[in-house]
């Protein structure tokens, strides 16, 4: 088996999910001590310990929500001013610690979602792998790409961003206007795993594009793209 045959199977093999005959054939490139295998198995180890970065749902204290519900019952007549404004401040901060439980367990959700998503495209035969920059002082990393299930966008060393400002992804036709495929923005490392759960023509997208967006996102490029990657 090629290199090249070999480029979509690295992510299976580090996910332990390749089939034995394969991930046998690559065990005999790394006892070779294959430069190679070597390079592109560590990026794709890489790649799966972020896909995994999702952390487990924390339980609300048992007795959260009726706190929040008593906080927000009318409150009964009380003699003391400063009692009732203290009794309304205890509510407010209740109520505010379920919102942002309720927020962040919307964030898991959609993690877990995108985990899912990436896997499904890692594990299809037919997703073409595409690499970029290749070089550690440049962004770089990699685009998998799959005409029905979507496409992972994997990046490294991307520039950080102002606070008003996201990442857009953009698939760029042969013909006609980029089209959006997505809004995200890297960690403090410059790493970001993004990924687009809508079908890729391949046949007619000849380009993935990445551009600095207003951070609600734009219909269009408003910035030069920082990145352009062939698919062809």
């Not at 942002?100 to 499904?120: C, G």
């Not at 920059?133 to 440049?138: I, P, Q, Y």
């Not at 960690?187 to 046949?203: I, Y």
């Amino acid at each position: 088996m090629t290199h090249a045959e070999m480029n979509a199977l690295y992510e299976l093999y580090a996910l332990g999910v390749l089939e034995p005959e394969l991930a046998a054939e690559i065990e005999r490139h790394l006892e070779e001590q294959c430069a190679y295998c070597r390079e592109h198995l560590s990026a794709a180890s890489a790649l799966c310990a972020a896909l995994a970065n999702v952390a487990e749902p924390v339980a609300p204290p048992a007795r959260l929500r009726e706190r929040v519900l008593a906080g927000l019952r009318p409150p009964k007549p009380v003699r003391s001013r400063k009692f009732a404004v203290v009794a309304l401040a205890a509510a407010c901060l209740a109520l505010l610690l379920l919102v942002r439980h309720v927020q962040q367990m919307v964030a898991l959700t959609q993690e877990r979602n995108q985990l899912r998503s990436a896997v499904e495209i890692l594990s299809r035969p037919e997703t073409r792998t595409v690499e970029f920059g290749r070089t550690e002082n440049v962004p770089h990393g990699r685009v998998l790409v799959n005409h029905k299930a979507g496409l992972v966008f994997v990046g490294s060393q991307l520039p950080q961003l102002a606070s008003n400002q996201t990442f857009e992804l953009w698939l760029v036709p042969a013909t006609g206007a980029p089209k959006p495929a997505g809004l995200f923005r890297p960690n403090q490392a410059g790493d970001s795993v993004n990924v687009s759960s809508a079908p890729v023509n391949t046949s007619t997208t000849k380009a993935v594009a990445v551009s600095i967006e207003p951070r609600q996102g734009s219909h269009a490029p408003t910035t030069k793209p920082i990145l352009v990657v062939p698919l062809g």
